[in-house]
């Protein structure tokens, strides 16, 4: 079986900071690479930060300065450190393998008040 877990989400306003944290089952956690994903209502979703097994990371332009993804292999955990929050940010942000597996678990929440 396949297992995410995502957390943290919440409502903050503009400016502010949330972590997102992900716990994943081993068999998905450990392919080359695990990423956050983010949709909003109307739009495609779309990768935000990735981050290899090694630890090399990469970000959309959007976020880049912004986000910071770790990982522990230890615990097959990923988080998403969310600084300088914007209301473009607010979307349900998923947890997944990348390239994506076909699987996704139920994501949090994130809105950005204005």
Not at 36 to 57: C, D, F, M, N
Not at 78 to 84: E, F, G, H, T, W
Not at 87 to 99: R, S
Request: aromatic share 8%; proline share 3%.
């Amino acid at each position: 079986q396949v297992h995410v877990v995502e957390s943290g989400g919440g409502l903050v306003q503009a400016g502010g900071s949330l972590r997102l944290s992900c716990a994943a089952s081993a068999n998905i956690f450990d392919t080359n690479a695990m990423a956050w994903y983010r949709q909003a209502p109307g739009k495609q979703r779309e990768l935000v930060a990735s981050i290899s097994r090694g630890g090399t990371t990469l970000y959309v332009a959007s976020v880049k300065g912004r986000f910071t993804i770790a990982r522990d292999n230890a615990k097959n955990t990923v988080s998403l450190q969310m600084n300088s929050l914007k209301p473009e940010d607010t979307a349900v942000y998923y947890c997944n393998a990348n390239p994506q597996w076909d699987y996704w678990g139920q994501g949090t929440q994130v809105t950005v008040s204005s």
